[in-house]
Structure formats: C-alpha cells, structure tokens
C-alpha cells in the first residue's frame, strides 16, 4: 500500500475524490452517475475520517483514543441529521430519534452482540471491566429515559415533543451526563477502563510522530466536511428509494446510523478477535454515549434556533425494544464474563429491530 511519510495512499485519495464530487454535483445538479460515484465517496470517505481519527488516538493513547474514535463518528452522525433536517424540517422531525434509536440498536445488540460472539467462539470466554461497563450503562439508561421516553410523558398534550423549556433542560442534562462519563473514562477512574488482568495486552505498533499526528488530523476535518457535503447531495436518491420501496420513514435514520458506525464496528469486531474486548466495549459504549449526548443537544439547539419541529418520544414498539436492550445489556455486562450464548441473544434482539423496522 503506498503512503505519503507513513500515512496510507487511500486515506488521503477518498476525501480528495469526495470533493472532486462534490464540486461536479454543483455542475451538473444530479443524476445517476453522480449519485452512484456520491455514494462510494461518500463510504470510503467514511472509513478514512475513522483511520485518521485512529492514528490520532493511537498517539494520545488508550482511553481517549476510543473517545476521540467516538468523537469523531458522532460529528458525522450529527452533521448528516443537521443537514438532512435543514433540507426537510417538516417532513424530518423525527429524523434525530430515529436515528439516535437506531444508533442505540446498532451498538447495544448488533455490534456488542457481534463482538460477544465472535470473541466466544475464538476465545471460549472473555474477561473485561465490569466496573466501567457499569458505569457506561447507567450513563446509557439516563440519556435514553431523558431524551427518548420521557417527551411522552412530560407534555402528555404535545405527544413525542418537548416543550422548548423541557427541550433544552433534557439537551443540557444530556451534555452534563455525558461531559461526567468523559471525566470519569479519562481522568477520575481512568483504570475502570483499560484492559482486565490477565487479558491479552493491546498490540500496536510504535505511536505515530508529530508529523503523521498532524497530517492526520488536518485530513480529519477534510473528511468530515466532505461526507456532511456528499450526505446532502444524496438526501433526494436516498428519499426516493425509501419511497419506491415503500419502508417506513424511520428507516433512513437506520441508514444513516448504520453508515457511520459500520467502520467501527469493524474495529470492535476485530479488538474482540484478538482477545481485546475491553477495546471493543469501549469504542461500542463510547459510541453509543457520545450518539445521544452530543447528537441530541446538538439538533435541540438547531430546532430552537430555527424554529423546526423536533418529536424526541418513541412509540410503544420502539420502547419495548429499547427496554429489553437496556436490560438486557445490564445482565450480560455486569458479571465482567462473556460467552457466545449472549453474543446470541443480543444478536437476535438485534435481528427483531431491524425487521420491526422494515415490517412495522
């Protein structure tokens, strides 16, 4: 593979491409080349901001390593509802718990329940922190509850909304939870989330230099500005699938959770291969923490200050599933051991949202 110093060709040629793309899409304003060509920048681009956020966590080290991952994945979550949101405010109120929902889906029982079981079928049994699990999950319970199931209880005439006071006290609740679980991960008890003894050490190459550091990190902007540009530029070809196909709506904020956290779950993945599975709850939880209490102000700030709609309140299948998941999650995590059999059970879990999701 060639490189520039020691960064890999790929990961510079993506975002390059991407903007190339974009810069034709406002030319020629559509069509199915460009739609086509949008879409496989749009992924690869994906997978380049996360190798140019690993090798900037590599350098700061392990736990803020799988928080800037995080990080830097929730920044293209957002900015793909932002954008969306702004291109359909009505029609897209919805869009952020969907989308959220999703995302906690996706980690919780698809990416967790995947690591559990690839890891059990390599390694039997798998040993990790229970106390940082612990705390990552009572974190998870809070945001959910806030941001996803009380709007249908609080303002009972409203339905899924917040009132704009209720609105920006859930959004402020969810930074402040959010902000501690960092504080706790990093600095208070830094040790509840580095690997277990007796498990096998994380193997890396030597940190990168200043040079690699900082080219990365330049082309880590580059490459989340190109992928909010191209997800505005596909928003209409992915509206008009969903439609031709007659899914539900909600299915678009599946899609866009799925595009953002698939190349990190193929980190986690590959962590809980190689006996890592500390390394992949932390960038899984991380993950899914980082979704709701970043995302949520975020898109709360654009609703107020645009005036858009913003439904926060899931509806009654959609709660079912997320409190199974939490429970669910609660009693796999909290022994500090793990076997296939929960690797199967969250993936089934995660096999019935997705079908619900299709099959409503």
């Not at 704009?164 to 960092?182: D, E, G, K, N």
Request: charge should be neutral.
């Amino acid at each position: 593979m060639g490189v520039v110093g020691t960064t890999a060709r790929w990961t510079w040629i993506w975002p390059a491409l991407a903007w190339a793309i974009l810069l034709l899409s406002l030319v020629l304003s559509g069509g199915g080349i460009v739609y086509a060509a949008a879409g496989a920048a749009l992924f690869g681009t994906v997978f380049a901001a996360v190798y140019h956020a690993e090798v900037v966590a590599h350098r700061v080290g392990e736990p803020f390593g799988t928080l800037i991952l995080a990080l830097a994945v929730t920044v293209i979550e957002t900015a793909l509802i932002v954008s969306v949101m702004i291109a359909a405010p009505a029609e897209k109120a919805g869009l952020a718990r969907d989308t959220v929902f999703a995302a906690v889906m996706i980690v919780c029982n698809g990416i967790v329940g995947a690591c559990l079981l690839w890891g059990g079928v390599r390694h039997r049994e798998q040993g990790f922190q229970a106390q940082g699990a612990g705390a990552a999950l009572a974190v998870l319970v809070a945001l959910t509850s806030l941001t996803m199931v009380l709007p249908n209880l609080a303002a009972q005439e409203l339905g899924p909304l917040y009132n704009t006071s209720q609105l920006v006290f859930a959004a402020l609740a969810s930074l402040v939870l959010y902000l501690a679980f960092v504080f706790v991960q990093t600095i208070r008890h830094r040790d509840y989330f580095l690997a277990a003894k007796g498990a096998t050490a994380d193997e890396h190459s030597p940190p990168p230099d200043n040079r690699t550091t900082g080219l990365s990190a330049a082309l880590l902007v580059v490459s989340l500005v190109a992928v909010v540009g191209l997800a505005k530029v596909l928003t209409p070809s992915v509206e008009s699938a969903i439609d031709y196909l007659q899914v539900p709506k909600a299915v678009v904020g599946t899609i866009i959770a799925a595009l953002v956290l698939l190349p990190e779950a193929v980190a986690a993945v590959k962590a809980a291969q190689s006996d890592r599975l500390q390394t992949s709850l932390n960038l899984a939880l991380g993950s899914a923490l980082a979704t709701i209490g970043l995302t949520i102000p975020a898109v709360a700030a654009v609703s107020i200050a645009m005036g858009y709609r913003l439904e926060l309140g899931l509806d009654i299948k959609d709660l079912g599933l997320l409190m199974l998941t939490l429970l669910l999650s609660v009693i796999t995590l909290g022994t500090g051991r793990t076997t296939v059999l929960q690797g199967v059970v969250h993936l089934v879990i995660f096999a019935a949202f997705l079908f619900f999701a299709v099959v409503p």
